[in-house]
């Protein structure tokens, strides 16, 4: 495993931990949240894509109040992809906006299980987005705004480690961390639900979404194929 690798995910662990430990001994706290997920695929470094997404939802699989920073052995969108979880609404978008840009399924199982990995922004386990700040502030206020600081150094380094080629964003929301907070991009370009930039070797996509359901699939397929698939 890359050395700056581990060093990130002692990090991340020991902090999570720390963390826990205060959010378990609140009660409104640890009503409010499931857990921590880190990695919703293997680590591979370089890959041709990065997805990064809100939060681990209440359905993810360990939401039991553990703490999980480990790469996993999958993607979770090739459940979808397996029938497995046809209800898996972003899977189900994501898997649409690569078959319009013009990918086979094969094509689009091989780049999801061997060419991409996928992550949070945030990796606390809640029901609603809202929740993640109403879990945090029940601590003490403001104590939000210092685990948004956290998740974005956090993030930055990930990226930096890993080296994706594309970064896929999902979430106007994420995106906006991207251009904003971690890049402060000036050149960003956002029109019909999607967005786009470019910040040295990496390219940032991002999509708008409805809950778990991308606003516009045609055109995030549109920047599928001009920076991701291109031939």
Do not use: H
């Not at 880190?38 to 939802?57: A, H, L, Q, R, T």
């Not at 990796?123 to 109403?134: N, P, R």
């Not at 104590?143 to 480690?161: P, V």
């Amino acid at each position: 495993m890359n050395e700056n690798y581990s060093k990130w995910e002692k990090e991340v662990l020991e902090s999570l931990e720390a963390l826990k430990e205060e959010l378990d001994q609140n009660p409104k706290a640890k009503g409010l949240y499931n857990g921590f997920y880190v990695w919703d695929s293997k680590f591979i470094e370089k890959p041709e894509i990065m997805f990064i997404g809100i939060n681990p939802g209440n359905g993810n699989p360990n939401n039991n109040g553990s703490i999980e920073v480990k790469p996993s052995f999958q993607m979770s969108y090739l459940e979808y992809l397996d029938g497995e979880n046809p209800t898996y609404t972003i899977a189900r978008d994501t898997v649409k906006a690569f078959t319009k840009a013009g990918y086979t399924e094969e094509e689009i199982r091989n780049l999801l299980d061997d060419k991409s990995v996928k992550t949070n922004f945030y990796y606390i386990i809640t029901k609603k987005e809202g929740d993640i700040s109403k879990c945090l502030n029940s601590l003490e206020k403001g104590r939000f705004k210092t685990y948004w600081q956290q998740s974005l150094n956090w993030t930055g380094k990930l990226i930096e480690i890993v080296k994706p080629k594309v970064v896929i964003c999902e979430g106007k929301g994420i995106f906006t961390e991207m251009v904003v907070n971690m890049t402060g991009n000036k050149n960003s370009v956002w029109e019909n639900d999607c967005g786009y930039f470019q910040e040295g070797e990496t390219t940032f996509l991002g999509y708008g979404r409805v809950f778990s359901n991308m606003k516009n699939i045609e055109v995030f397929s549109g920047l599928i194929k001009r920076y991701i698939k291109k031939k």
